[in-house]
T-cell receptor
Framework: AQSVTQLDSHVSVSEGTPVLLRCNYSSSYSPSLFWYVQHPNKGLQLLLKYTSAATLVKGINGFEAEFKKSETSFHLTKPSAHMSDAAEYFCVVSDRGGYQKVTFGIGTKLQVIP | DTEVTQTPKHLVMGMTNKKSLKCEQHMGHRAMYWYKQKAKKPPELMFVYSYEKLSINESVPSRFSPECPNSSLLNLHLHALQPEDSALYLC??????????????FGPGTRLTVT
């Protein structure tokens, strides 16, 4: 069985300050982990994914995430928030073999204050 | 071209109407997905097509009927819907169905309102 927990439903940061969106997972297999972003009334866009290579994964728009097996975490970070980062972020887990369906977290809404 | 397109963008339909949602991708992907997303919730998987065959049906009511005419197109036929079916319907595709291995590319969605 697999599950994913996004620890914050809402995060608010000031423009130019760091962003931290937290995600913990549980998986019976070696996991694949993804972060997707969804702007209002839009589809989801992949930010980054971890499948088995480097534990520090760099994505688009300056985002990165670190896979920590001992902590079962895959937190998303960005050094400096931009107004355009305001959106909903979903952490997603599946088994690395890929034969199970993905499981979405409930989402974290990021608000960026000017 | 890494784009998934969906038409229409918005759809309002009565409970007795029949309508269809359309999705198209030209990335050569062999897996295509329909999701339903209610406000402030994550997407919920409805159907998966793999190599143009229905692979997963998440016990979706029969008033939703998917169709995959070819490897680039995915339709969702709607009939006798209920107001609670109002939602954003998202289409996605991936290289193959191994969801934990291949990322999914999402379309912008169709905002459906059932009156």
């Amino acid at each position: 069985a697999q599950s994913v927990t996004q620890l914050d439903s809402h995060v608010s940061v000031s423009e130019g300050t760091p962003v931290l969106l937290r995600c913990n997972y549980s998986s019976s297999y070696s996991p694949s982990l993804f972060w997707y972003v969804q702007h209002p009334n839009k589809g989801l866009q992949l930010l980054l994914k971890y499948t088995s290579a480097a534990t520090l994964v760099k994505g688009i728009n300056g985002f990165e995430a670190e896979f920590k097996k001992s902590e079962t975490s895959f937190h998303l970070t960005k050094p400096s928030a931009h107004m355009s980062d305001a959106a909903e972020y979903f952490c997603v887990v599946s088994d690395r073999g890929g034969y199970q369906k993905v499981t979405f977290g409930i989402g974290t809404k990021l608000q960026v204050i000017p | 071209d890494t784009e998934v397109t969906q038409t229409p963008k918005h759809l309002v339909m009565g409970m007795t109407n029949k309508k269809s949602l359309k999705c198209e991708q030209h990335m050569g992907h062999r897996a295509m997905y329909w999701y339903k997303q209610k406000a402030k919730k994550p997407p919920e998987l409805m159907f998966v097509y793999s190599y143009e065959k229905l692979s997963i049906n998440e016990s979706v009511p029969s008033r939703f009927s998917p169709e995959c005419p070819n490897s680039s197109l995915l339709n969702l036929h709607l009939h006798a819907l209920q107001p609670e079916d109002s939602a954003l319907y998202l289409c996605a595709s991936s290289q193959e169905e191994r969801q934990g291995y291949y990322e999914q590319y999402f379309g912008p969605g169709t905002r459906l309102t059932v009156t």
